[in-house]
């Protein structure tokens, strides 16, 4: 797989990896910030045309997704019991949508996270996970979780960094829109 220099919107697709009604608030403020960043991340997605899909870990018993993402999915969330988000519908529908980049954003960074980034790297997709848009339930297991995608080739990126990118010029027709959205998500209180 050759090296990603661009993240170009045509080519990505965003997944949002088990944000469920009951391992968010578990992750306490981590979790929720997470989410806001995700949420942040799936709204400038939809404006740039970017793909938004979503898994859940196990719903019955982990809840459904939350609200505030699901409202910005392309496709139904996929259910799975895999740890890895990377299970076959997932893999079909990006090749089918010719979707070669996965920004990955999720909870638990060391867990589900980093076991997607390594089958979808295996499966020679590019990989970019979105660092401020993941979590675990402690510190080290996320900074754990970073490093070994990382080692593994996997484009650490910021929510921020990834819309700008994704513009790629003021000029954009969308760059009003998501300099607000920006503007709107630094005055949002950290929980």
Known sequence: MPAVTRLNPDECAVLLVDFQMKLVPALKDDGLNAAAMA?????GARILGVPVLATEQYPQGLGTTLGLLSQHLTHPVWEKTRFSAA????????????RRTVLLAGIESH???TQTALDLIEADFTVAVVMD????????????GMCRMFHAKAVPVTVEGVLYEWLA??????????????????EVKKF
């Not at 848009?133 to 754990?144: D, F, G, L, P, Y």
């Open 87 to 98: 299970i076959d519908p997932v893999i079909e529908w990006l090749h089918r949508d010719a």
């Open 111 to 113: 867990i589900c996270v």
């Open 39 to 43: 949420n942040f991340l799936a709204q």
């Open 169 to 186: 010029d003021a000029s954009h027709p969308s760059f009003k829109e998501i300099s607000a959205l920006v503007k709107q998500s630094r």
């Open 133 to 144: 848009a993941c979590a675990a339930h402690k510190n080290s297991s996320h900074e754990s």
